[in-house]
């Protein structure tokens, strides 16, 4: 060893000890499905993880100081009291620079997120779609065409994402979910863990050791997307038959291929409205469940979709619903800081739904009031000082 | 063909009316220098990759790179570069600059021209 590796050596151990953020998005796992990535499409997804990272640890935290130093201070100046809601809180935050800033560079680098995913997926588009339908994945992929794209999904492409779950650019095009599948990365900064899974692990393990003697026979997901949630749950009861339901013909294509290309067999997806799961009869499932699923819908469907997973459970059956908590309690500056996805993010049913007591929602739907769940998980502070990441459990019992 | 499609969705808007924080002007300056700003971040790590690949297999070490020093006719060779990059870029603020004096020498609007010629 000469001089030079001795001092490359040190600078990189130094660098490790002092290095705090996200991973390489390298360390994500591949799988078949999976777009191939060139050196600088992972570079600019790694940039965008970092500019996600700087904007949650650096610039947020200012938009709180600038909110106690100014911007409160001068609402309390004008009207002679504090903020009442979060509308009040969001009007003056827009007024000052600082949430401008932040919101215009949160917005871009989602906007850029999108663009660097779709570039890298649309590109190989032909070679993922012949993939997809070589896998021997058709026979565990039930598509039904008739199915309509509903209002609150066409209107507005959730978290700014072109196309939403159900664009195809030509028949049998993955492009969009292989987008979603190697771009969420940014978003999460790898909290997930490789398979950007977490959700799904959490809830699996929280289930088994909730309840050590439910085996569930039957696992309806509903809004699977690309399944990447509900992989895990089929993993953990390997006996089970599972089912994931979408309205989006490519993100279904794509999680029947990437099951295969990741050996889960005991799942199948299917096309369906969740609001109509006629073709499935009364006390078919005994675990039904959703994933950052209920604040894309509309009110109507998720009471509709309520209502139907009440009566797809069979008796002593289990519906489980993950999200983030509910505004109730919080401070109006939070709750506007909270709510900002739903007015810069394109997610139109994030402030309804955060403010609804779903568990009423639930006894509406027929499920006993004695029967509710709750779970509030709150994550560890995220490399680099990330912000805490709250996941709540919501659902009953049948 | 993919390419080609890529070329022509990879930017596509999203379904909804885009909000705007700051001047629309000035967001759109802001939000072409972040892209411009993310591939610089490519490219610097792509020259770190050479730099490492260089080294790694015995070519050029790392530390050579850090201390070279370009003899004189090299740096001025990269100094031309660089004066003639920086010129390029800032093209507009020589025009804006070379536009007063050209006013007062008479330079006229377009359609004026038009006008004038027809």
Redesign the interface.
Known sequence: MDGSEASTQLAQHSATEAYDGPPDQRTGARHAMYPDLSHDEIERFNFLTQMNRHLATRVAPMVETTWNARIEPRFEAEHGRKPKDRTEARKALLADPVFQTWSALRRMTMEQRQEAGRWAAIRQSESLAAKAASLPSRERLSLDPTVAVPRYVAAVDHHCMPGSYHTELFPGDVSGPASYDSGIHVTVGGRGGPYNDGIGRTMAEWIQETYPDFKPRRILDLGTTTGHNLLPMARAFPEADVVGVDIGIPVLRYAAARAEALGVKNVRFIQADATDLSQFEDGRFDLVMTTMFLHELSLTSMDAIFREARRVLAPGGLMLNMEQPAYAGMPPFEQAIRDWDAHYNNEPFWTTLHSLNLDDHFVDAGFERGNLVKKVFTTPAGPGGQEKISMVFVGAAR | ???A??LL????????K?????DPEV?RV??VT??V???L??AR??ID?LERLL?AKGLV???EVESFTPSAAEYAERALWSQEYINRILRIVQQEGQAAEAAAKGDLPIPDVTREIS
């Open positions: 063909m993919s390419i499609s890529a969705h990879a930017s596509d808007k999203p379904a909804g885009r909000p705007y924080f700051l967001e802001m939000a972040m892209a700003a993310q591939e971040a490519v790590q792509r990759t080294e070490p790392r530390a």
